[in-house]
């Protein structure tokens, strides 16, 4: 995986943990996406960083996923 892949990841996981919806908008969906077609390594990375997200003892990152 590349560090702009992966940044990318992270810089959408994190808007969409703090953002406060509970639902992601489009775009970040459509960009997550491909990103994640790319390879599986970007699925593993993706997975990683959102186990990495929910460890946060934060109500409003852990609301936003469940």
């Known amino acids: 995986?590349?560090?702009?892949?992966?940044k990318k990841l992270s810089d959408l996981i994190?808007?969409?943990t703090s953002t406060g919806t509970l639902?992601?908008?489009t775009e970040h969906a459509q960009q997550?996406?491909?990103i994640l077609k790319q390879s599986?390594?970007?699925?593993?990375?993706a997975f990683d960083l959102l186990f990495d997200r929910l460890k946060i003892k934060?109500?409003?990152v852990?609301?936003?996923y469940f």
């Open 62 to 64: 852990n609301i936003t």
């Open 1 to 6: 995986m590349d560090l702009e892949s992966r």
């Open 23 to 25: 639902e992601l908008s």
């Open 58 to 60: 934060h109500s409003q």
């Open 32 to 34: 997550f996406k491909l």
């Open 40 to 45: 599986n390594s970007n699925v593993k990375s």
């Open 14 to 16: 994190k808007t969409a």
